[in-house]
């Protein structure tokens, strides 16, 4: 080893809670520069790694590893890249190998340096140019892009569903890249399926050659040269879901996020992080610009602007004539008993029908219905490997559990008792959609052909290009009523939507978790938004609410689509019960063979707690089992940890990290920290 130069510390993709160290240190032929990518040995294999900076030359570890190989066609990542994976993993409770390698798209991490330059040479194609020219400017967009163009934020850009949020995006990045034409802008979307009109709207405008997108619904080859064009600063634009919060992009100069109050920024495996909360970071910490955009933001990120954290822009009104529909409550007590739908509901979908418009019905519930039961027994179609039911899908006869993934054939009789009739109990899509199908089957178009409905969810739109197919055959009016869960209430600007139908939004106000109300909140203001965007229509726009509880606040404040009240009275109660955001909180969740182990794990976790806080500002909580308690054969628990000061919580995370590294009780599988868990 003697003829090796250097010694460099290299972060590998260390397993979660590994005993090896983070970083590692390697013998290297040359001195390497901090981030750059190389190929090192891990034990038996070799394994993609980057380099952290110089090891102590003083210290002589044995048996010291050569460095493999260099990826030198790629420039080093960059010390602020470098510096956000260090504050993602030390917040969130990571290893830095973990955070960084995962950052990095799978394909990278299995070249070595030849095969790499192979794909270097393999240029993509230019593309299309420019052939959307700006769009002209209300008075409110034109005020929200100057306070954008003159400061950098934390802006949140509350614009009402329509008010034209996306226009204000694309002229934000067209004026920073005429400032700036080597500057880099990252958008962030909350799904994958928001992704392909959003990157149409934005080739439109800039070019194909311009605009890379980053998702895991592409291809590891794509994904490698999206981002490659990123690293390289050849892409202008990347647009996103949550994993490219973390994209190496040395020219970044805008963060946009929209739809920010979206669950979906925040991964639930892994590094848990929040992209959202990132974004945040990212923009402070590299002098970037960042425009959080919704219509009915996160209670975090509004808290942040009252208390003078975050800049509000305000955009009240939609572009052009639109309008946000008129809220019809339809009280559930007095309508024919059982009815799934009301009849003036009913009425005025055949109305919407007759007129040649579309009407949308959303469920947040896909499957034929929750659950198979037998009415001479207690049988239910439980999943034999959850503590959950299965879900009876009819179009291919299956019980299905959205949990695990176990599937098998509906069973021609009761397996406990042999009695033939079994039945579907409550509701799901897609026997909301047979259901309408026999309600309307009379409904006739204006040409006096009968209604077409459609079903939008995670089953139908499964298959590629299934999404993209379905989405068009709204557009172009070949659907009359569409039903779905709420993938079809987010951010698609239907234009011929009049009517939209929440038939049971009720669960949500009295769930066990305390963000059911925000949630629901935004979702129905969100379904709302898709109703009413074309001016010729606006006036006859509708949406209407099945519910048990008319009188509930949260509905009048949806009445009046009157977001600001909802958050103060929300906040009011958050504040008094000591919940976030004025409080911050931590999950530790064990998955075991047994309960006992899971919650034997916990225990002993929280009795090291009092030592590592002396000041007794840190709540530690007693273990529970999970909501779905078994999943997989896997038994689930949880622990939560509380206090109303962040560092605090950060200090005590980081003191009981290697203690619940130490404790290893017999029949624990995995155990995971999830700092601000958006579910408890």
Known sequence: MADLAARVQVVVPTPAHSSLGDPLTYASEEPLAPG????????????????WGEADESVDPPNLKPIAGVLGELPPLSPAWRQLVTFTANYYQRSLGEVALAALPPQLRELDAIQLARRLRRTAGEGTGPTDPPHALTSEQDAALAQIDAGRGPFLLFGATGSGKTEVYLQAVARLLAREPEAQALVLVPEINLTPQLQARFEARFGAAAVVAMHSGLTPPQRLRAWIAAHRGQARIVLGTRMAVLASLPTLRLIVVDEEHDPSYKQQEGARYSARDLAIYRGHAEAVTVVLGSATP???SWQACRKGRYRQLDMALRVGEGRLPAVRLVDMQHQPKGALFSPPLLEAIRARIARGEQSLVFLNRRGYAPVLACNACDWKSE??????????????????????GYTERVPRACPACGNVDIAPVGRGTERLEEQLAELLADAQRPDGTTARIARMDADTTRAKGELERQLAQVHAGDVDVLVGTQMVTKGHDFRRITL??????????????????ERLFALLMQAGGRA???????????????T???????????????????????????????????AYQALLRAEARTQAAAQAFLAAAAAEAPALDPSGRVTVYAPVPMGVQRVANVERAQLLVESASRPALQAFLAAWQPLLQATRPAGLIRWAVDVDPLAI
């Open 500 to 517: 939209v139908a929440a038939v049971n939004p009720d669960t949500a106000l009295f769930a066990s978790d305390f963000r059911a109300p």
């Open 532 to 546: 009413g965007r074309d001016a010729a229509q606006a006036e006859a726009s509708e949406m209407w609410v099945q």
């Open 548 to 582: 048990w509880h008319p009188q509930h606040p949260l509905y009048a404040a949806l009445r009046r689509h009157d977001f600001p009240a909802f958050a103060e009275a929300e906040l009011k109660q958050r504040e008094a019960a000591g919940m976030p955001p004025f």
């Open 383 to 404: 999943c034999p490997h959850c503590s959950a039911f299965r879900v009876f899908h009819k179009i291919d006869r299956t019980l299905r559990c959205h949990h695990c």
């Open 36 to 51: 750059s990518i190389v190929r090192v040995p891990l034990g038996r294999r070799q394994v993609c790694g980057v380099v």
């Open 298 to 300: 996160s209670l975090e």
